[in-house]
């Protein structure tokens, strides 16, 4: 009997991924993993991660008549998740901590401990699935398009596909939470969690002064020209695309186009000055096997958006992508993935 442990995260996605296996002849535990002290962060009824999730985790494992665990990775959350959120920021990136805690802690820490306990699988709640053809693992689409999500995955290598089960793939929403309540599961009609796990209440910049312990300097607001237009309250708490909360008025609407660490400047723009249609994108994970260097294919620089025709010419771990016509406010520290039809053909981290 193959054995898979189950990422339980207190919802209802995840919850009846963990009926699903077991309902398909594998032998589960449930696991939920400890990010941080829940005292450490503003929590909300958005968040994930807090004790009243690991109390309906372990309801749903006991209900299912599997064993529970809860696995301390905090320290490699911070490591890798908090400290890399923060450090893009101050760099004038914007950070998805989303899929480094995908790629470092359920895919990396998590199966290194199925490995470590004799497993086989890592499983989680996600809209995806994985397909095996002529000995190779591909990453495809969730069926139910508007929870998709394939994006935050890009990063998966083969050996990590090959242990990895989205029983979730062909569902949608709706049919999942009629499954949680036929079962009388505790979270069936809980609300989704919506916010970043550790900044719940949206407020980044006042979270990265408190970890950091200081205050980032004020500095200036200037136009392409490089003319001061106002001053601003601290480079970490504007991104790219920006038009609201800037707290400045110049006649026209203007948006943050960029932001220059150095000189500690935030540059604002017009609409038209955020597109573009070439975007670079390193650490790129490529799932597909190698074939042509140039291929035709669609993107997403962002997770809510569209996917948009483009070239895309890939050397290694380094992709161009070349848009057929110009996309908006492509930032630094977010993800660029392309796919073919339903399938990803790999990804990696806007420059």
């Known amino acids: 009997m193959k054995k898979a442990i189950i990422a339980m995260s207190g919802g209802v996605d995840s919850s009846v991924a963990a009926y699903l296996m077991k309902t398909s002849g594998y032998e589960c535990i449930g696991a939920t993993m400890k990010l941080y002290d829940n005292e450490a962060v503003n929590l909300s009824d958005k968040s994930c991660c807090t004790e009243e999730d690991v109390a309906d985790a372990r309801a749903v494992a006991e209900k299912l008549g599997i064993p529970y665990y809860v696995f301390n990775f905090k320290d490699e959350f911070e490591k890798k998740v908090i400290e890399n959120f923060i450090s893009v920021y101050e760099r004038g990136g914007t950070p998805n901590p989303c899929i480094q805690c995908n790629r470092y802690l359920k895919f990396e820490k998590l199966m290194t401990r199925m490995r470590e306990l004799g497993f086989d699988y890592v499983v989680t709640g996600h809209y995806a699935s994985v397909e095996e053809k002529n000995g190779r693992f591909y990453l495809k689409k969730g069926k139910d398009s508007s929870k998709d999500q394939s994006y935050v995955l890009y990063s998966l290598t083969q050996e990590q596909l090959s242990h990895t089960v989205f029983p979730l793939g062909e569902y949608t929403k709706q049919e999942i939470r009629r499954i949680a309540d036929k079962q009388g599961f505790i979270n069936a009609d809980k609300s989704e969690s919506q916010d970043i796990c550790f900044v719940p209440d949206g ?100 997770y809510n958006i569209k996917e948009a025709d483009c070239t895309a010419v890939i050397n290694k771990d380094r992709a161009v992508l070349k848009f057929d016509k110009p996309v908006r406010a492509a930032a630094s520290g977010q993800a660029a993935v392309l796919y073919d039809g339903e399938y990803v053909i790999g990804g990696g981290t806007i420059v």
């Open 203 to 302: 407020d980044y910049s006042a979270f990265i002064e408190k970890y950091r312990g200081y205050k980032y300097p004020n500095g200036s607001f200037v136009n392409k020209n490089g003319d001061v237009l106002g001053e601003h309250s601290g480079i970490i708490r504007y991104t790219v695309g920006q038009r609201k909360g800037l707290g400045i008025a110049v006649g026209h609407p203007v948006y943050v186009i960029r932001k220059d660490t150095e000189k500690n400047e935030v540059v604002l723009g017009s609409n038209e000055d955020l597109f573009t249609d070439t975007v670079i994108v390193e650490d790129f994970n490529l799932i597909y096997p190698e074939t042509e260097k140039e291929l035709r294919c669609k993107a997403k620089i962002r």
